[in-house]
Every structure is written in structure tokens, then in C-alpha cells.
């Protein structure tokens, strides 16, 4: 993978595994850290940064199913890959950690070059939904609305603010405040003091997660050291401002950055939203559909218009069993937004192939059907810059059998009648390996049962009392609190998601499918 070297923390008792597997990842790139047990890599997760952690099971004085917990309750790391990689093979164990959060299970003895390609496609998917939710946060670009964070020293005496600039500033002069201030969302450009020492030299994970998410300009003088503004351009920041007495230039400067920012995210949001206007695909949807043994809604709601990359489809094969398909398009850069309908458009016409060529074996397993999607998209380069989540559903027209099978896509939920279940399938993200084995569950539902599925449009929104982002558990609180209703739909289910959460807005495109079992 080109770029920077991605940090991996592997974790396992057993020195020669250790070793092992340090010295494998090192010679595929990979900057690799070592941890004897769950304390150890706890101490070291919270000094440094790192983008995926490859754990043991069973070890002494802090196992993976504790250390997992640790690590996802940590803000920085809630959506960081964690991959087990242990040799206990009960099915019950696996359960319990995927929904603690784990994203793969590797068994020992394992293929090396099947851990690479796993771990490589976790790092792809990490990175997409980061550049997703920045991308996100971009599109709503006001310099009136958000805010520059000041960074700077205590003993400094030299301010910012000033009833001239575009911005309020927020000013912090430690760590603790700055923490406080890296997830309120408010936050468009980061201006660091150079003489602030206290972030580049002793806040090395705090500046790394700041550098990575936001924007960045340094402030210097007119005899700041090469050295220095050499080592600011390796850590990613291109803004540099000039700290002048005359007080009106250095205003300018910053006012600068925010117009040439607020131009270039202006031409961006005029051309989507010139796409969404001549689009063919229209975005918005409710459908209602009722089988002899099923019924099932689906609501779907585009972000402020502009064509996003959530999409469905419903295909009714030759004995009336339906084929539903839910996926999200995630681009790599701004411009794979662009032509994110033409690669819907693409994957609709690959599944209408194989639906209508009467491939009955192919069409009816969802496995199989998206191996076969994966292997046309892999191979077709013009499709490099956009990867996707997709989950496919069959809906036996004869009984209640329900198969169901996914690419990277969110866990759905099952309402069994008592209680809310998360269906722990793991498939890794379309286009990004050639070969994917696509593990598929097949349930046999009773009148009653529901599942839910939902893309990350929900489970990524704000509450806006907390200004905490909801995740999978809310969506599930809600399902929960709902399933009593016989006639449940989709509209009732997110009326309640937005009550019961205080969201005011969505910021991503939304999809959500709610099937009932009719017996």
C-alpha cells in the first residue's frame, strides 16, 4: 500500500507469534509495535496512534475480549479496524467479540498472505470511511458557522481574536482543552504557534489526530528555522502565517484561507448539485412491498439532494422470490463523487445480467452473487477510484427462508421476538480483492420476527442535546422500542431514531429496509 506506513499494534503472548508476525508485517511496509498482553497494548494505544490492532485471544492479565472493549471505548478508536487472530474456534466466542466491535477473526495456523490481504482491506475500508466523513463534514462549508482553534502557550501574550476575522477564534494553551475541542465539529482550521512546544514535541498522538482531520496552518516569524518549516510540510500543513506587529495583515492572511477554502468546496457542491439537477436517478423513495410470507418497506432520503452514494434495488426473479440490495459508494477524492451514478448504474446492470440469464444457483445465494459482482468490478480499472458496501437479501416467494449475505456493509439487526440480535456478517468491501469467499446466513423467521438493515447515514448523525455521533446501539434501542407495533414501517422506525435521539439533520445520504415475516 503507497503512502505513508500504516501503525499496526499486534498483541500475543507467545513471543515466536510475535515475532513472527512483526517481522512479516514489516516487510510488507507496515510500521509494526509489539504488546505481550491487553494492559500492555492498552498503555501504548493511549501514547501513540495507531490505524489497526491485531490481537490474541487468550493471554494473561488483559485478554483480546477485555482489551477490544478498551480500545473501542477510546473516541479516537471507535471506527479503528481490530482484527483477533487466535486459534479458538468456538462459534459463541466469535459472536461476543464481533459485536463487541471486532471486524474479522484470523485462526491459527494462519496463511500469511491471507492475514496481509485481510488486514489490507480493513486499512482500504478505514481509510474510505474516514475520507467519507470528512468529505461530509467539507460539503457544509461556512466560514461564518465554523471556527479556528488557536493553539498556542501559556506565557504567550499574542492573541487572535478580532472583530475583522471571517472566524471566531477558540483559544487553548494545553492539552486537555485541546481534547476537549477535536471532536465538537466545529472546528474547520487548526493555527498553530510555533512556539507552542507543548503540541509538537509532547502531544505527539493528540497533533497526529489533529494534522490527519483537520486543516492546519503554523504561525511563524520572519527568522523561523528551515528546519522547522520543512518538518511542518512532512507533517501534511501547506499554510503557513507570517506573526506581524501590523495586526491587519496577519487578519488578511487567515480571512485568506477562508475564502480560498470556501471557493474551492463552492465549485465542488455547484457541479454535484448540477448532477443532482440533470440526474436520471431520481433519490428519494418509499416502497412498500407485501409476499405471500413477507413484507418489507424501504426508505431512502439523499443528503440535501445532491446524488450520494446510497442506493437500492428490488429484482423479482421467474418463481416471484425477490432479490433486494442495499449498497453505498465510497469515493477515495472529491471526484469520484462525480460519477458515483454511473457506478451505480454499473452494478444495477451487472445483478440484472445475472438475475435475467437465469443463473437460479447464482441469484438465489447471495454469497455467490457477489463474488461474481466482485470479480467484474476488480478487473474493470476505470472503477479504481470508487469502492462500495453492498448487501444482498433473498426472499423465498414459496416459505420464510431468508438468505442474506455482505460486503462490508453495517451489521443488520433481528427482531426474534424477544429481543434484538446483531447478525454478525463480515464481507470485505467490493473491488478491493480479487478473490473474496462471501460467507452467507440463511434464516428460517417466524411470524413476527423483523430485520433491519441501515446504512451508515443513520448510525453516523448527531444528537444534537450531547453532540455525541449515534452509533449502532441507538439504531438497535429504537428497534427494540418499536418492534411491538404489528404494522411497523421504516417511516415510523426513524420518526422515532430522531425523536428519541434529538437529530435535527442528517448529514450523509440515508437508506433503511425493515422486513417483517408474515408466517
Known sequence: MKGRKYRILVVDDELIIRKLVGDFLRQKGFSVTLAK?????????????????????????????????????????????????????????????????????????????????????????????????????????????????????PE????????????????????ADLLNEIN??????TIIDEEAKWFFEHSNKTKKLFLEQLSAAVLISKDSDSKNLNSYIDAGITNFILKLEERDIVISQINSIIRRENIIKTKYLNALKTAADNSFIRMDYYVDYTMPHFSFSLLHQPFESIPGGDFYEVFTLEDNSKIIVVGDVMGKKWDAWFFVSSYISYIRSLIKLLAHQRFTDIVSHPSKLLENLNKFIYKDAQLSEVFTTLSVIYLNEDDTILRIASAGAQKPLLWDGKEVTTLNIIGTLMGILEEVDYHELEL?????????????????????????????????????????????????????????????????????LLINCLG
Open 184 to 189: 465538537s465539529g466545529k472546528i474547520w482550521l
Open 37 to 153: 498482553n491487553g494492559l500492555e497494548a492498552v498503555k501504548l494505544a493511549e501514547k501513540s496512534v495507531f490505524d489497526l490492532f491485531l490481537s490474541d485471544l487468550h493471554m494473561p492479565k488483559m485478554g483480546g475480549d477485555a482489551l477490544i472493549k478498551n480500545i473501542k471505548n477510546m473516541p479516537e478508536y471507535k471506527h479503528t479496524p481490530f482484527l483477533f487472530l487466535s486459534g479458538d474456534t468456538n462459534k459463541e466466542t466469535w459472536l461476543q467479540n464481533l459485536n463487541s466491535g471486532a471486524d474479522d477473526f484470523i485462526l491459527k495456523p494462519f496463511d500469511p498472505e491471507v492475514l496481509y490481504l485481510k488486514i489490507r482491506a480493513n486499512l482500504k475500508k478505514f481509510d474510505l470511511r474516514k475520507e467519507i466523513i470528512n468529505t461530509g463534514k467539507k460539503k457544509i462549508f461556512s466560514g461564518e458557522k465554523g471556527c479556528i482553534l488557536f493553539v498556542k502557550t
Open 444 to 512: 428460517k423467521l417466524q411470524e413476527g420476527q423483523k430485520l433491519l438493515l441501515f446504512t451508515d447515514g443513520y448510525n453516523e448523525s448527531t444528537n444534537s442535546a450531547t453532540g455525541a455521533m449515534l452509533d449502532n446501539t441507538d439504531v438497535a434501542r429504537s428497534f427494540g422500542t418499536m418492534t411491538n407495533r404489528k404494522e411497523l414501517s421504516v417511516k415510523d422506525l426513524e420518526n422515532h431514531l430522531i425523536l428519541y435521539n434529538h437529530i435535527k439533520k442528517f448529514d450523509d445520504d440515508r437508506t433503511m
Open 156 to 175: 504567550n501574550s499574542y492573541e487572535l481574536n478580532d472583530k475583522n476575522l471571517i472566524s471566531k477564534v477558540i483559544t487553548v494553551d494545553n492539552e
